[in-house]
């Protein structure tokens, strides 16, 4: 005989096809705590405390002896056994359910647990199955017309458990590419427990995959602004982390029923340990008043979002106020990193930031800030020294409350302004708690890189010679951390020899080791070695993701310098300049200013070991990354590459000379 017990919504026992119910509150709330006490058992005085949860009436023995009665009563003929269930052993009540009853409460909270499992092992229909099942049950209510200690905690467990089944079945959705329902189960799950932070982040989370970073950033806000003003805490350092993963630019909405692969999964942190010691310093002076700047510099793919992130986790961890913002290519935002920074703050914030400004600076600030009323259009700001005044008086009551960290990515997009504001503001908080680190890239075309530059040098020089002032140039990882990298990406299976290409002839016989041919191919450059590493055709092929990026190199270079890497890479890993030169149809002068654009945006490198013996011997370049070379060999017409081949054929000269320097430097 199967029967159900459905504790949630209208308490029912289903038996054998019939619905039954319990008459009176006292009888269900009783019942309730004889099931979930399972062969444990409650003493008499547990179980009167449960049913008169003030204090017990005069005949409160004699009335739980006659509940007890209707309940034995109630659950004698739900049994197959001629015993009845209900029974008292070692003076405690015993409901002895057998093996066939099913308990609602019990199922859901095994289904939540199970869903987890199947999360983690990436079964995302399975545990979105189970998870939205538990949780259709268990947002009945529980005992709804009875108060009390244990229906109190019974009533707080189960919405954790609900919240749970929330989440979970929310981040199988958002793997699965259906995001408007992973968002709807999300935000629920922070409506039921605002104060629980794995909700927060699962909306954050789910936002970000939709493409749409300031939602994210509105529900972190949320959540600080909740725990200050309720707890009085910050959020954790977890929450911090998936703060700072909102860093760069936001991801590219996902088609639905698109899933998230193991491809899509956060990368793994390693190396960088002196440029972590650099920013810890840097943090360290900060903290004692000496305000600093930190500039981390390097092409693209090499890791600076990902350093700034681990560093504001760091220095969150101790404490810190994080602020975070970046500049975009062509914003529509006036001084869009400091308003983004500056927004998140003023939003989080439990009390009124404008409290602590000049009345004459709350206007602009208005006028500037989402939070506040703003932005406006540019041309009703009021003139520039009004808004730095206003935006650098905000900052330091920010950083007045304790240590403050201002992250800003991207920082080669700045427009002037922005670029003004920040050397504007490094000047005037000399004594302010502040650290300031600024990301940019180095491998720009050569007419944005100069403006770039000398921004950023202009900002820099005054502070970095009395020690308030740090550049970090990152290269590639080292062979140790790449090794590293690869066993915590589990990347065992993945990496395999691929199709035989042109470049794998070039390496073949140099190493076995498919790891360190992927280091060398890439120069180690993490995201061209990850991309390496996970592509299903095997490491010695150009992954999609490498491919896109060479090409959006190409297209900001300009045709001269794209015509000579083509020659470039068919002519061979390393090449003199006399040798690609003719067969790329440019005169000497297009030629050097195409090259030159080429050593700027970091494509080539100048091997310069003959140099120093031989002043007037040509200098030989190469491909900084093997994989980018057979990026652009790949996408050589087969016309092209036969005039390449027969002009330099035709002019044997400029080829041996580069053979015999070749040798020369090796």
């Known amino acids: 005989m199967d029967t159900a017990i459905e504790l949630l919504g209208p308490m029912a026992v289903r038996c054998a096809g019939t619905v039954h119910h319990l008459q009176s509150a006292q009888t269900r709330v009783a019942f309730a705590r004889l099931v979930l006490a399972g062969p444990e058992g409650v003493t008499r005085h547990e179980l009167a405390d ?4 003030g204090e017990l009436p005069p005949t409160w023995a004699s ?3 006659t509940l007890v009665s209707r309940l034995r009563a109630f659950v004698g003929p739900l049994q197959a056994e001629e015993t009845n269930p209900l029974v008292k052993r070692g003076g405690r009540y015993v409901l002895a359910l057998g093996k066939g009853v099913l308990v609602d409460v019990r199922y859901a909270t095994r289904s939540v647990a199970a869903a987890q499992q199947a999360l983690n092992a990436g079964d995302l229909a399975g545990a979105d199955r189970l998870a939205t099942e538990a949780a259709d049950r268990l947002r009945f209510p529980f005992l709804s017309e ?6 109190g905690e019974q009533r707080e467990r189960l919405t954790e458990c609900l919240v749970t089944a929330l989440e979970i079945a929310s981040r199988a959705a958002t793997g699965t590419g259906d995001h408007n329902r992973a968002a709807l189960l999300a935000e629920e799950a922070t409506t039921r427990a605002p104060e629980r ?9 789910v936002r970000e995959a939709m493409g749409n970073r300031g939602e994210a950033l509105r529900a972190y806000q949320r959540l600080r602004r909740y725990l200050a003003e309720e707890l009085g805490v910050d959020p954790s350092p977890e929450t911090e982390a998936a703060y700072l993963a909102l860093l760069g630019p936001s991801s590219a909405p996902t088609a639905p029923g698109t899933r998230t692969t193991a491809e899509h999964r956060p990368v793994p942190f390693v190396g960088r340990h002196h440029e972590m010691a650099m920013l810890t310093g840097a943090w360290a002076r900060a903290s004692r008043g000496s305000r600093q700047f930190v500039l981390v510099t390097g092409e693209s793919g090499i890791g600076k979002t990902r350093l700034l992130r681990e560093a504001g986790e760091a220095m969150a961890t101790e404490g810190g106020l994080l602020l975070v913002g970046r500049c975009d290519e062509g914003a529509m935002i006036p001084y869009q990193p400091f308003v983004e920074a500056l927004d998140g703050y003023v939003a989080a914030s439990p009390d009124d930031p404008l409290e602590a400004v000049s009345p004459a600076v709350r206007g602009p600030l208005r006028l500037l800030l989402p939070s506040l009323g703003g932005p406006c259009p540019p041309g009703e700001l009021p003139e520039q020294s009004i808004l730095f005044a206003a935006l650098t008086q905000l ?12 992250l800003i990515d991207d920082v080669h997009w700045a427009d002037p302004q922005t670029a003004a504001l920040l050397r504007h503001v490094l000047r005037t908080t000399a004594d302010a708690r502040l650290c300031v680190v600024a990301a940019a890239r180095n491998d720009l075309p050569t007419s944005d890189r100069r403006r770039v530059r000398a921004s950023l040098d202009e900002a820099m020089l005054p502070f970095e010679h009395v020690g308030e002032g740090t550049e970090i140039a990152l290269g590639g990882l080292d062979f140790a951390s790449t090794r590293a990298l690869t066993q915590k990406l589990d990347t065992g299976s993945i990496v395999a020899d691929g199709a035989t290409t042109r470049e794998s002839v070039d390496t073949a016989g140099t190493d076995a080791d498919p790891i360190r041919r992927a280091h060398a191919r890439s120069g180690g450059n993490p995201f061209m070695l990850v991309e390496m590493l996970r592509h299903k055709a095997g490491s010695d092929s150009v992954p999609p993701a490498v491919a896109r990026l060479v090409a959006a190199k190409q297209a900001a270079i300009g045709q001269n310098a794209t015509r000579l890497l ?3 890479a068919v002519t061979g890993p390393s090449f003199a300049f006399d040798a690609v030169a003719g ?3 440019l005169d000497v002068l297009s030629a050097l200013d195409a090259l030159e654009a080429l050593l700027e945006v970091g494509i080539l490198t100048e091997v310069t070991a003959a140099g120093a013996r031989h002043p007037y011997r040509p200098a030989i370049y190469e491909f900084r990354h093997t994989v980018v070379r057979q990026a652009v ?9 036969r005039h390449v081949t027969s002009w330099q054929q035709a002019e044997p000269g400029a080829t041996s000379q580069h053979h015999h320097e070749l040798g020369a430097v090796k």
């Open 583 to 585: 067969a790329a149809g």
């Open 633 to 641: 060999d790949e996408q050589v017409s087969d016309a092209r590459r």
């Open 395 to 406: 900052l330091l009551v920010a950083a007045s409350e304790r240590p403050c960290a201002l």
């Open 50 to 53: 449960v049913i008169w949860p």
């Open 197 to 205: 932070e794995s909700a927060h982040r699962c909306l954050m989370a």
């Open 566 to 568: 083509q020659v470039a």
């Open 146 to 151: 009875h108060e009390g200690d244990w229906v």
């Open 63 to 65: 009335a739980l002896r």
